[in-house]
């Protein structure tokens, strides 16, 4: 088995604005309801940007959403109707390159949890995710599920993957003294599956002196079965370059992470939910948040 390990130090989000700002969009969303066309409206009657119902009883699990795209929502009505109904969306007509993604609600209980499902189709791969985010109100954990494969590749053209986001664990984790140990369990984990290898990816914080949070990102690689010695000739040779694209790619994320940081403005109260319900109605004319 290899290990590869990178440490960066980003900007630390405030939990409470944090919490705060989840709830509010939870809110938001919960209070919202069918409108024209499938499109999903706000309590003030403002159409939440690019989001059309294609099929079910919104917020009912079961309900697909998708995006209405650019040229759709551009086009005029005459002679296009039939075409911006959401069957026209969820069958793809009117395109007959592209099928428009969608988003299939598996459950919708704020005060317990979200879950969602996805299906792609892109380059001849077909992309199955998941996503469950438990006590959106506040919340604890995200798990993601990810499978894959191409129709008539055989085995080795599958994979699968999960991961989860213990959010307690982690505010704990950066709850502690600089000086502590870091946490023994690293508060983000993901596993991959491959007919040749298997891999895990881990994410463990600790608190910085001037309160920045040091993140240490962690990936092991090992083969499977027979392939065991292979694997580990391969990654012999391979050691260097993994090890440049994990420290590039970390470096990479920290950098966007403190981007978006240094952007917002922590507005609290009925500003932060005005601020989200703009960024939901009309994402290019609302400012950071």
């Known amino acids: 088995m290899a290990r590869f390990a990178h440490t960066v130090t980003v900007a630390a989000l405030d939990r409470g604005w944090f919490e705060e700002a989840a709830g509010a969009l939870v809110d938001l969303l919960d209070a919202s309801r069918e409108g024209p066309g499938g499109t999903v409206v706000l309590a003030d009657g403002r159409a939440v940007e690019g989001l059309r119902l294609l099929k079910g009883r919104h ?3 079961g309900a697909r959403y998708g995006e209405v795209p650019a040229a759709r929502e551009g086009a005029g009505k005459a002679g296009t109707a039939a075409a911006d109904g959401p069957a026209a969306l969820a069958s793809g007509a009117g395109d007959s390159s592209t099928t428009p993604s969608s988003v299939v609600l598996r459950a919708w209980r704020p005060s317990h949890s979200v879950e969602v499902e996805s299906l792609v189709v892109e380059d001849g791969m077909s992309l199955k995710l998941g ?25 080795l053209y599958r994979f699968s993957g999960r991961g989860k986001a213990d959010l307690a664990a982690w505010w704990a984790a950066v709850d502690r003294l600089p000086a502590a140990p870091p946490a023994a369990r690293a508060p983000v984990a993901g596993r991959a599956v491959h007919r040749l290898a298997k891999a895990r990816l881990t ?34 040779f391979a050691r260097g370059p993994v090890e440049r694209g994990l420290r590039e790619a970390a470096e990479s994320a920290a950098r966007e992470w403190n981007t978006a940081l240094a952007e917002l403005t922590p507005l609290h109260g009925e500003a932060l939910r005005a601020e989200i319900a703009d960024a939901l109605t009309d994402p290019d004319g609302a400012a950071a948040l």
């Open 131 to 155: 996503l469950r985010l438990s006590e959106p109100r506040r919340p604890r954990a995200v798990e993601l599920s990810l499978s894959g494969h191409q129709p008539g590749g055989g085995s």
């Open 59 to 61: 917020l009912r699990p």
């Open 203 to 236: 994410l463990t914080p600790r608190p910085a002196e001037d309160g920045s949070w040091r993140i240490t990102v962690a990936l092991s690689v090992r083969g499977r079965w027979l392939l065991r010695p292979v694997g580990a000739v391969v990654l012999l």
